[in-house]
Nanobody, 116 residues
Framework: QVQLVESGGGLAQPGGSLRLSCAAS????????MAWYRQAPGKQRELVAG???????TYADSVKGRFTISRDNAKNMVYLQMSSLKPEDTAVYYC??????????WGQGTQVTVSS
């Protein structure tokens, strides 16, 4: 059973915006650290943005000021608002959870393509 499901990926123009969503099961979401990773072809998977259970945030230098991670605890959802998109942002984006039970979970990924 898939317990993290991403949505919202697609094609955007440079300078455009996309909002990614990650739906998590309550068992995973409650008390979990959440994050978004991305992986471009031929590249290592990299951390894009993180949001701890204490609600502190971290961002990759390449996305600071452009991306915002947030969570809605009532809906068991995590979001990644992406603005001022660049072609270099093209990748498969993955939702990640590190639960309070020290278990790791990955979503299936959603493709983001930034091109004119």
């Amino acid at each position: 059973q898939v317990q993290l499901v991403e949505s919202g990926g697609g094609l955007a123009q440079p300078g455009g915006s996309l909002r990614l969503s990650c739906a998590a099961s309550e068992i995973i979401f409650r008390g979990a650290d959440m994050a978004w990773y991305r992986q471009a072809p031929g590249k290592q998977r990299e951390l894009v943005a993180g949001l701890t259970r204490g609600e502190s945030t971290t961002y990759a230098d390449s996305v600071k000021g452009r991306f915002t991670i947030s969570r809605d605890n009532a809906k068991n959802m995590v979001y990644l608002q992406m603005s001022s998109l660049k072609p270099e942002d093209t990748a498969v984006y993955y939702c990640y959870a590190y639960s309070r039970r020290s278990a790791e979970y990955w979503g299936q990924g959603t493709q983001v393509t930034v091109s004119s």
